[in-house]
């Protein structure tokens, strides 16, 4: 055998041996670690199995190669030495680690909470026509901790006085009024109130007993008249609430000021008369309460063709109102000493002096 031909025997040889130990003997190698599922989501409390394959570069599953699993927050998730991914309580990221034949993958894990209540602000609020605000949503589990990554929907119940946007932003509608906005998380709904006020009203005054009439004097005060209730109420044009309480007894209807506005008149339907109010003091001076007029029965008595009403013989020397008329002197033939002194007789004030005949009360004409 001649050089040329030992040294060609002796090159095959030690490429032979390198080609042979570039593998495992007797079986494939290892290329790539297949974990199922890839990433977790998991709800407090709740645990999910890793299932873990061994691949060769051609795909092909290997067999009987050992893995192991790691947690990178043991407070947060555990694992088990067969791949039982759980739950240790509190919420957040953490992720688990995988290792084989010399390869290994990371599954990320997510830990919240179970979603319980759907929380919405403002619950009830007020806007003018032309406003606009955003609703505030938060998703909470059983343990009262917020739940992240929840859809939420939102349906206004009338669009005619408001509208939703899809991210919760609440307009006002052409209309003004009550209405109310659902609002849903997965299987969790609740609603919101909303009122719409008219651009041209202020304030809204809630008030008892049937709010009958109203009056404002040149000075800003404000009186307000409840047909049930015996008392006058006085609204505060600053807060917007009710303020003084002025009893004037006989269920008031109307109520007016005079020009000067120190002075109110509010007609009792009950009592039949009109009661003023002092408004610097709300003093009701009694006296000066004006009757409404009524018709006397007529005298029979020819010796006493001038009987005067009952209002009549309850005369007062209180004095009237500013735009009564002078007082009635009572004449005739058959006054008595009672008349003989100029009396005010409101009943005769709120009538027609021209129609009074001799010795006569105007009540009775």
């Known amino acids: 055998m001649s050089v040329r031909t030992r040294f060609r025997a002796a090159l095959a040889i030690v490429l ?47 067999t009987g190669v050992a893995v192991s699993f790691s947690s990178s927050d043991p407070t ?56 606009s605000y955003q609703l505030r949503t938060v998703v909470l589990d059983s343990l009262g901790d917020s739940v992240a990554s929840q859809p939420r929907t939102y349906q206004s119940q009338n669009s005619a006085i408001v509208l939703v946007s899809t991210g919760g932003v609440v307009t006002t509608g052409p209309l003004a009024g009550q209405t109310t906005i659902r609002v849903s998380s997965g299987g969790l709904t609740t609603f919101t109130a909303v009122t719409v006020k008219d651009t041209n009203l202020v304030a809204r005054v809630p008030l008892a007993d049937a709010p009958y009439g109203v009056a404002t004097s040149v000075t800003g005060v404000v009186y307000v008249t409840p047909i049930v209730g015996p008392a006058v109420r006085r609204v505060n044009m600053t807060t ?52 409404q007029p009524h018709r006397r029965r007529r005298s029979t008595s020819p010796s006493d063709p001038a009987t005067p009403c009952s209002m009549c013989r309850h005369m007062t020397t209180a004095p009237l109102p500013s735009f009564a008329p002078p007082p009635w002197r009572h004449s005739g033939p058959s006054r008595s000493a ?28």
């Open 338 to 365: 009672a008349f003989r002194k100029p009396s005010r007789c409101p009943r005769m004030a709120r009538s027609s002096i021209s129609r009074m005949k001799p010795g006569r009360c105007m009540s009775g004409v």
């Open 76 to 131: 947060m998730v555990t694992v088990s030495n067969l791949g039982l991914v759980r739950s240790a309580g509190p919420s957040g990221k953490a992720h688990v680690t995988v290792t084989g034949a010399g390869l290994h993958r990371d599954v990320p894990v997510t830990v919240q909470g179970k979603p319980k209540t759907l929380v919405v602000n403002p619950t009830d609020t007020t806007i003018r026509q032309g406003q």
């Open 16 to 62: 032979a041996t390198a080609c042979s130990s570039s593998t495992t003997p007797g079986g494939p190698v290892p290329a790539a670690l297949v974990v199922s599922p890839d990433s977790v989501f998991l709800f407090r409390g709740d645990s999910v199995q890793l299932t873990v394959n061994v691949l060769d570069k051609d795909s092909t599953l290997i």
């Open 240 to 291: 917007f609430t009710l303020s003084d309480n002025i009893p004037v007894g006989g269920d008031p209807a109307q109520v007016a000021f005079n020009g000067a506005g120190d002075t109110a008149y509010v007609t009792k339907r009950a009592s039949g008369a009109v009661g003023i109010i002092s408004v610097a003091t709300l003093w009701r001076p009694g006296p000066g309460s004006i009757p």
